[in-house]
């Protein structure tokens, strides 16, 4: 995922190079670049650009409600594990187990 994550940051800086050098070339291989660096070109670019980076915001966002939910089970666990004020062993494994869960998302 972060080699993605990189990756479009590296495109995206390499289009903001081309933007920048687009403007002041006036010859040699800064001008032929310059030529086909037409608007319908930086479109393609960008979308390819945003495709890549709101796919991996998907995937993150999707793991950050798992997470959610998870702690949201472990918490309950762990009131009703409480509300005697004790704790037994099948309960210390379940509070433990579902802690578990929660680190697992991102494992």
Do not use: P
Not at 9 to 33: E, R, W
Not at 37 to 58: D, H, K, R
Not at 71 to 98: K, V, Y
């Amino acid at each position: 995922m972060f080699k993605t994550y990189r990756f479009s940051i590296t495109l995206f800086t390499g289009v903001c190079l081309c933007l920048l050098c687009a403007g002041y070339a006036h010859a040699g291989i800064l001008g032929i670049v310059k030529s086909r660096l037409t608007s319908e070109v930086l479109a393609l670019f960008a979308s390819g650009i945003m495709t890549l980076l709101f796919g991996v915001f998907g995937i993150m966002f999707k793991k950050v409600i798992r997470t959610f939910k998870e702690t949201g089970e472990f918490l309950t666990t762990l009131g009703t594990a409480l509300e005697d004020q004790r704790l037994n062993r099948e309960e210390l494994s379940e509070i433990i187990r579902e802690g578990r869960e929660i680190f697992e998302v991102w494992g």
